[in-house]
């Protein structure tokens, strides 16, 4: 009977009392014995229950034990095969040794032990060859494995990697790195378009190679992460270009630092755009303020307007009562002598006051005036109609209101128009408004009379406009008053009385016009103004105030 877990051995010989006494003496050893008496017998067992070992004698009939041996090595070689031999059989010993013999044991076997000894080995033997199969199995598998684990991570990384390297070559961002030497080691597509050189050129030169890469200190104060430092504008591939430059420092395995990583961007578009989002901006304060001035400039205009009204109607009856009762006040003058009118010597009012009469309505006069241009400064939108209007007769009707002005202050007028000028459709009165100012202002300009006003008008055919030049001699405007000239209520000349509301004017109506006023100032050699007017204007959005 067999036991469970318990060693099989298959003893072999034609000796019965043999194959008894060891039968007995292994199974009380703890070994289950399978037996025959003759080499096929014993093949038939070994095929059909697969002992754990097999004891074999070598002289045997029919099948000795040398052919069963060649059988058990061929088809079972992991079986341990133990050959038993008569004294004077050596021969045959070693010739199963070479055939893949175990062991051997020499009859008679006289000590038990050292049969048990032999078949203890055997197993024990057979137990390591196994697990050291099992072992190498179990290698060989893992190594599969790990062979076609590292295969595919290295196919994964390969077609990461090339991945990475298509995401950086067309990365919109410039990328660069260089050695701590300064020498190129790779970049990509976009730093070779952001800085016009060719990647074959760079990679292994030092950046000192390229004077255009001067500006960029890619080497200096590179940290692990540092912040981004912004360059330009700077001549680069043909067109000025603002960019940015990010350095990292990178470090080896060791912790040193190998090199630098450059990260550049192209950062025009994106600079011009915050420049018109803030010139958006300010032209939309701007606006906002106008049109708050405007509103305060009519409520101002209105509470002047009324004291000044009434100022200015007494004032002819004041001086038609003066002139009435002076013959009176003579009279008593030349008989009593002078006396006192008002705590003042009746002689001197009457020398003072028709001089402080005629003050009075000279300011009055030109506080109208002031009211009159603040209302204009603060009607956005003119509601008169426009007709063709030719330009020169315009020029010349406001030549002639301040012809005499002009006399006084300039000797040297010189105006040239270009004849036959096309109509504009414009409103008259408004340019003449416009014209007015512009000579006035070039008048007031001159430091002495032989100074130059020259005034000259043309057709450019080629923008569809009509051009009004005025240019004088005059002091010229500073850079920085040129910054304001159209700012409402500025003025160089508060102390002569300008309001600061001339220009704002003139540069509102032409531009609701659809043109534009520029300004040419060198100071100390005068000022050129030019009006530029289109044929056919654009009509601007009702209440809306053009952008400044």
């Given at each position: 009977?067999?036991?469970?877990?318990?060693?099989?051995?298959l003893?072999?010989?034609?000796?019965?009392?043999?194959?008894?006494?060891?039968?007995?003496?292994?199974?009380?050893?703890?070994?289950?014995?399978?037996?025959?008496?003759?080499?096929?017998?014993?093949?038939?067992?070994?095929?059909?229950?697969?002992?754990?070992?097999?004891?074999?004698?070598?002289?045997?009939?029919?099948?000795?034990?040398?052919?069963?041996?060649?059988?058990?090595?061929?088809?079972?070689?992991?079986?341990?095969v133990?050959?038993?031999?008569?004294?004077?059989?050596?021969?045959?010993?070693?010739?199963?040794?070479?055939?893949?013999?175990?062991?051997?044991?020499?009859?008679?076997?006289?000590d038990?032990?050292?049969?048990?000894?032999?078949i203890?080995?055997?197993?024990?033997?057979?137990?390591?060859?196994?697990?050291?199969?099992?072992?190498?199995?179990?290698?060989?598998?893992e190594?599969?494995?790990?062979?076609?684990?590292?295969?595919?991570?290295?196919?994964?990384?390969?077609?990461?990697?090339?991945?990475?390297?298509?995401?950086?070559?067309?990365?919109?961002?410039?990328?660069?790195?260089?050695?701590?030497?300064?020498?190129?080691?790779?970049?990509?597509?976009?730093?070779?378009?952001?800085?016009?050189?060719?990647?074959?050129?760079?990679?292994?030169?030092?950046?000192?190679?390229?004077?255009?890469?001067?500006?960029?200190?890619?080497?200096?104060?590179?940290?692990?992460?540092?912040?981004?430092?912004?360059?330009?504008?700077?001549?680069?591939?043909?067109?000025?270009?603002?960019?940015?430059?990010?350095?990292?420092?990178?470090?080896?395995?060791?912790?040193?630092?190998?090199?630098?990583?450059?990260?550049?961007?192209?950062?025009?578009?994106?600079?011009?755009?915050?420049?018109?989002?803030?010139e958006?901006?300010?032209?939309?304060?701007?606006?906002?303020?106008?049109?708050?001035?405007?509103?305060?400039?009519?409520?101002?205009?209105h509470?002047?307007?009324?004291?000044?009204?009434?100022?200015?109607?007494?004032?002819?009856?004041?001086?038609?009562?003066?002139?009435?009762a002076?013959?009176?006040?003579?009279?008593?003058?030349?008989?009593?002598?002078?006396?006192?009118?008002?705590?003042?010597?009746f002689?001197?009012?009457?020398?003072?006051?028709?001089?402080?009469?005629?003050?009075?309505?000279?300011?009055?006069?030109?506080?109208?005036?002031?009211?009159?241009?603040?209302?204009?400064?603060?009607?956005?939108?003119?509601?008169?109609?426009?007709?063709?209007?030719?330009?020169?007769?315009?020029?010349?009707?406001?030549?002639?209101l301040?012809?005499?002005?002009?006399?006084?202050?300039c000797?040297?007028?010189?105006?040239?128009?270009?004849?036959?000028?096309?109509?504009?459709?414009?409103?008259?009165?408004?340019?003449?408004?416009?014209?007015?100012?512009?000579?006035?202002?070039?008048?007031?300009?001159?430091?002495?009379?032989?100074?130059?006003?020259?005034?000259?008008?043309?057709?450019?055919?080629?923008?569809?406009?009509?051009?009004?030049?005025?240019?004088?001699?005059?002091?010229?405007i500073?850079?920085?008053?040129?910054?304001?000239?159209?700012?409402p209520?500025?003025?160089?000349?508060?102390?002569?009385?300008?309001?600061?509301?001339g220009?704002?004017?003139?540069?509102?109506?032409?531009?609701?016009?659809?043109?534009?006023?520029?300004?040419?100032?060198?100071?100390?050699?005068?000022?050129?103004?030019?009006?530029?007017?289109?044929?056919?204007?654009?009509?601007?959005?009702?209440?809306?105030?053009?952008?400044r």
């Amino acid at each position: 009977m067999t036991v469970a877990g318990r060693k099989r051995i298959l003893i072999i010989d034609d000796e019965a009392d043999l194959r008894f006494m060891w039968k007995e003496f292994l199974e009380d050893s703890g070994l289950d014995v399978l037996e025959a008496d003759n080499g096929l017998k014993g093949l038939e067992i070994l095929r059909a229950e697969g002992p754990d070992m097999v004891v074999c004698d070598l002289r045997m009939p029919e099948c000795d034990g040398l052919e069963v041996l060649s059988v058990v090595t061929s088809e079972r070689p992991e079986t341990p095969v133990v050959v038993v031999s008569g004294a004077g059989s050596i021969q045959d010993v070693i010739e199963a040794l070479r055939r893949g013999a175990w062991d051997y044991l020499v009859k008679p076997v006289s000590d038990m032990g050292v049969l048990l000894h032999v078949i203890d080995k055997a197993l024990e033997r057979s137990r390591l060859l196994k697990l050291q199969r099992e072992y190498h199995l179990q290698l060989e598998r893992e190594v599969r494995e790990r062979t076609e684990e590292l295969r595919n991570s290295r196919e994964s990384y390969r077609e990461k990697s090339e991945l990475l390297e298509t995401l950086l070559r067309h990365l919109p961002l410039g990328v660069c790195y260089l050695g701590m030497d300064g020498v190129f080691v790779d970049v990509n597509d976009s730093f070779c378009r952001i800085f016009g050189l060719s990647r074959d050129l760079l990679i292994g030169r030092p950046v000192a190679d390229f004077p255009a890469l001067a500006p960029f200190d890619f080497l200096g104060e590179a940290e692990d992460h540092s912040r981004e430092v912004r360059y330009g504008p700077l001549p680069l591939a043909g067109e000025d270009r603002e960019l940015s430059l990010q350095k990292i420092l990178i470090r080896g395995d060791d912790g040193r630092p190998a090199g630098v990583a450059g990260l550049v961007r192209d950062i025009t578009e994106i600079s011009r755009r915050a420049r018109e989002d803030r010139e958006r901006e300010q032209q939309l304060i701007q606006a906002d303020k106008m049109i708050s001035l405007g509103i305060l400039t009519a409520g101002v205009a209105h509470e002047i307007n009324n004291p000044n009204h009434l100022i200015m109607l007494a004032l002819p009856l004041i001086e038609e009562t003066w002139q009435a009762a002076l013959p009176i006040l003579d009279g008593y003058a030349t008989e009593q002598g002078d006396f006192l009118l008002g705590n003042l010597p009746f002689s001197l009012v009457r020398k003072r006051l028709p001089e402080t009469i005629r003050s009075v309505a000279e300011g009055a006069d030109r506080i109208k005036g002031i009211v009159h241009e603040m209302k204009d400064f603060s009607r956005l939108d003119s509601e008169e109609t426009r007709a063709p209007t030719n330009l020169n007769r315009v020029l010349r009707a406001a030549l002639r209101l301040l012809e005499g002005k002009l006399k006084k202050a300039c000797r040297n007028l010189q105006v040239e128009v270009e004849d036959d000028l096309p109509p504009l459709s414009a409103n008259g009165r408004q340019l003449e408004q416009v014209i007015i100012n512009l000579l006035l202002n070039a008048a007031e300009a001159l430091p002495d009379p032989d100074k130059a006003i020259r005034v000259a008008t043309r057709h450019d055919a080629k923008t569809e406009t009509v051009l009004l030049r005025i240019e004088d001699e005059g002091e010229g405007i500073s850079a920085q008053a040129m910054a304001h000239l159209f700012d409402p209520f500025f003025t160089t000349k508060r102390e002569t009385g300008g309001t600061g509301l001339g220009l704002a004017i003139s540069q509102r109506i032409v531009r609701k016009h659809g043109g534009e006023i520029r300004f040419e100032s060198i100071p100390g050699k005068g000022t050129a103004a030019l009006v530029v007017l289109p044929l056919k204007p654009k009509a601007e959005p009702a209440g809306k105030e053009p952008p400044r």
